[in-house]
C-alpha cells in the first residue's frame, strides 16, 4: 500500500502472517487517502522505487528477509511494526507514518501541530492548534460534519497559504487502558477533503482554549510572543525548516494574526466558527499589527588571534526574534526559547567572532557597572546552552606576524 500525502512518499508492506482482516481494516481505515494497492511485495518494489520510507507489517513468525530479500536496502528508512497487537499495531502504524511524512516534508511545508477545517463555499480555512489532549480531534470530528474536513492533527501548508489536506484515520479514546481507535473519516460521517484538492487557502490560525469551567465562547487575540512560544511547541519540522520560526510568522501575518478560541462544550462554537471564516469579519484587536524584527547569524570565517586568547560568537544557525517590542526569541538547535534581556544583547553583540574581553567592553557601555565575573558567568552559561560557542585559540601554525 503505497500513500503520497502533500508529495510525500510512504509504503505500507503486509508481510507475513498479516491477517487478510487487518489488511483490509487498514486499507479501509486509510481509504481517504487513496491508497495504492500491489498484488504482491514485488510488485510494490518494482512499482515504487524511489519510495523513502516504508513500513512492513509482519508477526514475526519467520525472517522477513528470507523471505523478501528484495526489502534489503531498497528504502531510506525501513520500519519493522510487529502485528501481535493488532489494536496497538494499528495506533502505531498511524503515528509512524505521520512522524515519516512529517520528516519527508520538513523544509519544503510549513507543518502545525493543528486541525483544519474549510468552508466549501469560500475555500477558506481554519487552522486549529493545540498540544495533544487540548480537544483538537474532537472539534475537527464536530466540526467535520459542518464544513469541510482536512485534518485532525497535522496541517500542511504551502508556500501561498494553501493546504494540503491530510484525512488520515482519527485516533478516538475508548478507554484509558487500550490503544486509540482508528477510524477513517468518512465512516464517521465527515465531509472529508480530497486529498489532493489543495484549492482551500488557511484565512485564520485560532488555538484552541477548551476548558472545564462551563464558559460561553468568546475569541480573544494572543500576542505574537505567545503565539509563537505556544505554537512551536506543537509545530512540525520547524528545526530542520531552513527559514524556520519565520516562516510561522509570516503565516500569522497572512492570516491577520492569532486568535484564542475559549469554550467549554464543543457544540457552542459553530457560529463563533463561521465569523472567523468571514471574509469581513471584524474580530477582536483586529486592527493590532504584531512587530517584530529579525537577527539571523552571518556566515563568518574565524578571526585571527594569539594562541590561549579566548574568543566567542553566536552559535552558528542561531536566528533571534525580537518580538512584541521587548520579548527575544531564540530559536536554536530544535528550540525556540524566550531569553532575558540581558542575554539577547549577549548573544546580538557576538555576530562575529571577538575576544571575551572585547565583548565585555561591549556589554559594559551597554549595561553600566557590569562586573566583569558576572559577564563570563553568563557567557559560559549560553555557551553550554548553544546559544553562543566560545574557544582558546590553539593553532600549532600561528605565528606573530599573523596578528599584524
Same mark, same amino acid.
Given at each position: 500500500m503505497a500513500l503520497s500525502p502533500a508529495g510525500a512518499d510512504l509504503k505500507v508492506i503486509f508481510g507475513p502472517g498479516v491477517p487478510d482482516a487487518l489488511r483490509e481494516q487498514i486499507v479501509q481505515t486509510w481509504g481517504s487517502l487513496s491508497p495504492r494497492l500491489f498484488d504482491s511485495v514485488h510488485d510494490a518494489l518494482e512499482a515504487t522505487q524511489s519510495v523513502a520510507h516504508a513500513i512492513v507489517l509482519t508477526d514475526g513468525s519467520v525472517n522477513l528477509f528470507d523471505e523478501h530479500p528484495d526489502l534489503v536496502n531498497?528504502?531510506?528508512?525501513?520500519? *519493522?511494526?510487529? *502485528?501481535?497487537?493488532? @489494536?496497538?499495531?494499528?495506533?502505531?502504524? %498511524?503515528?509512524?507514518? !505521520? /512522524?515519516?511524512? *512529517?520528516?519527508?516534508?520538513?523544509?519544503? &511545508? !510549513?507543518?502545525?501541530?493543528?486541525?483544519a477545517i474549510g468552508d466549501p463555499a469560500t475555500k477558506r480555512a481554519l487552522v486549529l492548534v493545540g498540544a495533544s489532549g487540548r480537544g483538537k480531534t474532537t472539534a475537527?470530528?464536530?466540526?467535520? @460534519?459542518?464544513?469541510?474536513?482536512? %485534518?485532525? +492533527?497535522? %496541517?500542511? /501548508?504551502?508556500?501561498d497559504r494553501e493546504i494540503y489536506p491530510y484525512p488520515k484515520p482519527l485516533s478516538l479514546v475508548v478507554s484509558d487502558d487500550e490503544p486509540k481507535e482508528q477510524r477513517n473519516p468518512v465512516d464517521l460521517g465527515l465531509n472529508a477533503a480530497d486529498c489532493e484538492d489543495t484549492s482551500y487557502t488557511a484565512a485564520r490560525v485560532v488555538m484552541v482554549g477548551r476548558t472545564d +469551567?462551563?464558559? @460561553?465562547?468568546?475569541?480573544? &487575540? /494572543?500576542?505574537?510572543?505567545?503565539?509563537?512560544?505556544s505554537i512551536a511547541e506543537q509545530t512540525s519540522g520547524v528545526a530542520l525548516n531552513p527559514e524556520g520560526v519565520l516562516s510561522i510568522i509570516r503565516l500569522f501575518e497572512q492570516c491577520g494574526g492569532v486568535w484564542r478560541l475559549v469554550y467549554s462544550e464543543v457544540e457552542d462554537i459553530e457560529p463563533l466558527v463561521r465569523e472567523l471564516l468571514a471574509e469581513n469579519a471584524v474580530l477582536p484587536n483586529s486592527e493590532r499589527v504584531d512587530e517584530y524584527e529579525t537577527f539571523e547569524t552571518p556566515d563568518r570565517l574565524p578571526n585571527v588571534y594569539p594562541n590561549g586568547t579566548q574568543v566567542l560568537q553566536r552559535m552558528f544557525g542561531t536566528v533571534g526574534y525580537l518580538v512584541d517590542g521587548e520579548r527575544f526569541l531564540l530559536h536554536h538547535g530544535d528550540s525556540l526559547d524566550e531569553i532575558s534581556a540581558f542575554a539577547a544583547e549577549c548573544w546580538i553583540n557576538a555576530a562575529h567572532e571577538l575576544t571575551v574581553r572585547e565583548h565585555y567592553e561591549v556589554m559594559r557601555e551597554l549595561f553600566e557597572g557590569l562586573p566583569e565575573d558576572a559577564h563570563r558567568q553568563v557567557v559560559e552559561q549560553l555557551s553550554e546552552s548553544g546559544i553562543l560557542t566560545m574557544r582558546t585559540v590553539d593553532d600549532p601554525l600561528y605565528t606573530e606576524e599573523d596578528s599584524n
Open positions: 531498497p528504502f531510506g528508512i525501513l520500519q *519493522i511494526l510487529n *502485528i501481535q497487537n493488532e @489494536k496497538q499495531a494499528l495506533e502505531t502504524l %498511524t503515528s509512524n507514518l !505521520t /512522524v515519516a511524512m *512529517i520528516q519527508q516534508l520538513a523544509g519544503k &511545508r !510549513t507543518m502545525l501541530h493543528a486541525a475537527a470530528q464536530y466540526l467535520g @460534519k459542518k464544513f469541510t474536513y482536512l %485534518t485532525d +492533527e497535522t %496541517t500542511i /501548508v504551502g508556500a +469551567e462551563p464558559t @460561553k465562547p468568546y475569541l480573544e &487575540r /494572543v500576542s505574537l510572543g505567545d503565539a509563537l512560544m
